[in-house]
């Protein structure tokens, strides 16, 4: 088993951020999902508005919010297609 997911976060013009993480958590059309290395492959359309948080190892997170697309998980990592991607500050979360 892996001990760190690849991540790739693609929106439409740009790579917006490319790494190693420990979690991916992100919000679908299924309800929230949150993927850790080892994870079965899955698809899911991301639910609007959203936010895709990256878990980094060490435990700093970095935070996207997205606007349509979709996340991919094999076992190559994670893969996050998205229409747009901003990059926000993970204090804004709401709980």
């Known amino acids: ?7 790739e976060l ?3 013009e740009e790579k917006v951020w490319s ?10 059309t299924e309800g929230e999902l949150g993927v ?7 698809l899911g359309q991301l639910a609007e508005p959203g936010r895709v948080r990256i878990k980094l190892p060490g435990g700093e997170q ?6 349509g697309g979709f996340l991919s998980v ?13 990059r926000v500050s ?6």
Request: overall charge negative; aromatic content about 2%.
């Open 74 to 86: 094999n076992e190559g990592g994670v893969t996050v297609l998205a229409e747009s991607a901003t």
């Open 62 to 67: 970095v935070a996207y919010e997205v606007a």
């Open 90 to 95: 993970v204090t804004e979360q709401s709980h």
């Open 36 to 42: 850790l290395p080892g994870h079965a492959p899955l």
């Open 10 to 12: 693609v929106a439409v």
């Open 19 to 28: 790494g190693e993480a420990d979690m991916v958590m992100a919000r679908t």
């Open 1 to 7: 088993m892996a001990k760190q997911l690849h991540v």
